[in-house]
């Protein structure tokens, strides 16, 4: 979004400022998106940040708020800078739920709101009774600077390292594994790699991404139970340049979410040219265009998301 912004600026004159609590000015280095000038990081410093917002708040045509979290900066704008036009970015699972009482005032101070997807803005209609005038879908897109794909060659290297073959029908989920949000469903493919094994024993399973020593040791369960030692094969933290070769070793992109605001991740498996496999309950089907684009699934049936692996594996044989 600072990318656009920013080059709409150049375009009609005016002046953006991109601003994050959490970043430390240095990362704006090298920055592709926008000039580093246009940046200021201020490194978990949350009184001066706030401070600094609300002071350029009010000087400012139009303040975004990337998340719901920053609604008391918004608010405070208001207060001080009324004609201040205030939006809202809503991802998903933070405004999925009601919200405090103070919270969900400052909420309706906001002249529009922009949901990541048709689920969230229905969240915000039902749950926060937010206008529908007030509210529009504003989807998650790729970022310009991916590598383009490598026409899907497997890198025979990259196989080897994973004890995988050529011929290996190779399903990935490339998520943060974490103990406390155990919602992205690869416990499911797992189950459903269980059911295939015995038709299907060439189908091996990368499930990419950071993991805590809780989860680690609930998947290795899950794997061991199954007896899935030879399929399933847990990769850790990726680089980012180390995600294309991923994508192109792997047929099948599988993530049966259950809260997923968006899921970015299809768009970017669908780039890569694999088919994907997503929940049918939350953000996931704006991304797939409810199912024009791949294949939705009761994300909490085994059985619906072995059906759409054997679907896949399919397709490809014919």
């Known amino acids: 979004m600072g990318k656009a912004l920013y080059e709409e600026s150049i375009q009609n004159n005016g002046v953006v400022q991109v601003c994050s609590m959490y970043d430390k000015q240095r990362d704006a280095f090298n920055n592709l998106y926008f000039p580093a000038e246009n940046f200021r990081g201020y490194g978990i410093n949350k009184f001066l940040f706030i ?18 979290n920053l609604l008391l900066i918004g608010w405070l704008i208001k207060k001080v800078s009324p004609s201040t036009r205030l939006i809202l970015l809503a991802h998903g699972i933070e405004i999925w739920y009601p919200l405090s009482r103070r919270k969900r005032k400052m909420l309706h101070y906001c ?40 026409l899907h ?15 290996d029908f190779v399903l990935m989920t490339l998520t943060r594994l974490s103990s406390k949000e155990r919602y992205k469903g690869y416990d499911k493919v797992i189950g459903a790699i269980a059911k295939l094994k015995i ?43 180390e995600l294309e070769e991923h994508f192109a070793i792997t047929d099948a992109y599988v993530m049966p979410s259950r809260k997923e605001g968006f899921g970015l991740v299809f768009i970017e498996a669908m780039y890569y040219g ?33 059906a759409a692996i054997q679907n896949i594996v399919t397709d490809k044989k014919s």
């Not at 990259?158 to 073959?165: E, R």
């Open 274 to 306: 694999l088919p994907v496999i997503a929940g049918n309950i939350d953000g996931s089907s704006d991304a797939l265009l409810d199912g024009q684009l791949g294949q939705l699934v009761n994300p909490g049936s085994v059985d619906e998301i072995a």
């Open 153 to 167: 060659r497997k890198s025979k290297k990259l196989l080897q390292k994973y004890g995988f073959d050529a011929n």
């Open 51 to 68: 401070k600094d917002m609300v002071e350029a708040g009010k000087g400012a045509d139009t303040v975004i708020l990337s998340h719901a």
């Open 111 to 150: 002249n529009s709101v922009f949901a990541v997807s048709s689920f969230t803005q229905n969240k915000l209609l039902e749950i926060h009774q937010v206008s529908k005038a007030k509210s529009a879908v504003l989807n998650n897109c790729l970022d310009p600077y991916l590598p383009l794909p490598s």
């Open 199 to 241: 038709s299907h024993p060439n189908i091996k399973y990368l499930l990419a991404g950071t993991y805590d020593k809780e989860e680690k040791l609930f998947v290795d369960k899950l794997i061991e139970e199954a007896r899935l030692q030879p399929n399933v094969v847990m990769t850790g933290y990726l680089q980012d340049e």
